[in-house]
């Protein structure tokens, strides 16, 4: 069995989405400085990194973070390789030229954006679902849906897939992963009342 960590770090100085808080982790109580333990304050948004949206992110009066369900973070997925789409959207056209096998109820795009991990700050030049992708996708009746950089796809997209009780997972590293079947563990902070969670997520293939 091997196991693939397809978490981004947190740290300092990472990306963070336009506008969102950036991360902050400094050490509050320092054995050096005579505490019997050294504890450290973590302070950062809630879209950080590799996270989950609850459908509170775009629709507003709708439930956080604790009311995800958690079959869909768990069991077989697929990563396909979308790395060949151009332009800024998957849209539909672009998921249907795609090897996407049916019958797979989690599905993780691997694309262009995987590169993006490698600068130091944000930038809007990613791929991301339209409205029309995102109907696609639903239309296949995935249950979860993840992609390699820090936004699933547009606000249409968003209500498209949060309205439809699809799970989407933002801000995968999957620079080292080959395409092809996995079984995905991806456990969001359990926090109440919040729109997003940050999560570790991994991919396990025998």
């Not at 989405?17 to 982790?25: I, M, Q, R, T, W």
């Not at 400094?26 to 504890?39: C, K, L, M, P, T």
């Amino acid at each position: 069995m091997e196991l693939f960590d397809v978490s981004v770090p947190i740290r300092p100085g990472m990306p963070v989405y336009d506008g969102n808080p950036g991360v902050s982790l400094e050490r509050a109580q320092s054995i050096a400085d005579g505490a019997h333990a050294n504890v450290s304050r973590l302070d950062l948004g809630v879209h950080t990194g590799t996270h989950v949206d609850a459908p509170l992110h775009f629709i507003d009066g709708a439930p956080g973070t604790e009311s995800i369900p958690l079959g869909p973070l768990v069991g077989p997925s697929y990563v396909v390789d979308a790395s060949g789409v151009e332009g800024d959207a998957l849209d539909e056209a672009a998921l249907r030229s795609l090897d996407i096998p049916a019958g797979v109820e989690r599905l993780l795009f691997k694309t262009r954006n995987s590169r993006l991990w490698e600068l130091d700050s944000f930038t809007r030049g990613f791929i991301r679902f339209d409205g029309s992708g995102a109907r696609h996708v639903i239309g296949l009746g995935v249950k979860l849906v993840g992609i390699d950089y820090l936004s699933i796809g547009t606000e249409d997209a968003h209500h498209e897939f949060l309205r439809a009780g699809v799970v989407p997972i933002e801000g995968l590293d999957l620079r080292g992963i080959e395409p092809g079947p996995y079984r995905l563990i991806c456990l969001p902070l359990r926090l109440q009342g919040s729109d997003g969670a940050p999560a570790r997520a991994l991919l396990v293939r025998d």
